[in-house]
């Protein structure tokens, strides 16, 4: 099951926050409905800070 945990359900970013969160806010433009969650203390952090609020968010 660890594996199974391990495979992205969606979206996976990596890379320099600043960047990210503008990929981020870009796809939210969209027109079709949208879910952000969110894995990390950091990661939250820096998106909630650019204003971009997750639907869930994970703490690890």
Do not use: Y
């Not at 969160?21 to 027109?31: A, H, K, P, T, Y």
């Amino acid at each position: 099951m660890r594996d199974e945990l391990k495979k992205p359900l969606g979206s996976l970013f990596e890379g320099e926050p600043d960047i990210n969160v503008q990929r981020i806010s870009e796809m939210l433009g969209l027109d079709e409905p949208t879910m952000l969650a969110s894995v990390g203390d950091f990661v939250s952090r820096h998106l909630i800070e650019k204003g971009v609020d997750p639907n869930i968010i994970v703490i690890d």
